[in-house]
């Protein structure tokens, strides 16, 4: 008797614990606070956008994305996005900024 119910209990838990994973909410793995401190995982796909950028998913599915950033300033700077984290890429390095304007302008701080 103790022998079917564990297997009930088994087939039970097996039957509801997939479900129970799909409905719960995924956390953003990459932040602006953790980006730097996280292994990063490969992409699993990416593909250029018509527009100088690319965009693309990793192998634990979250979604990025590179485009170019517009400026009057003349500079070529690209916003990399992962999760919730920014970080502008330049011919200067990298900037940790959080919008496009501060990126423009600390760009332009570091001629």
Known sequence: MKLRLFICAILLVSAVYPTLLKAAPALDPYTAENFWLLPHTQ?????????????????DGVSFSQSLIANDAGIRLQRFTIGTANIYISDKGVIDAPN?????SMYLALI
Do not use: H, S
């Open 43 to 59: 992409p699993v796909w990416f593909e250029a956008d018509q527009n100088g950028g690319f965009y693309g998913e990793t192998i």
């Open 100 to 104: 496009d304007l501060t990126a423009v």
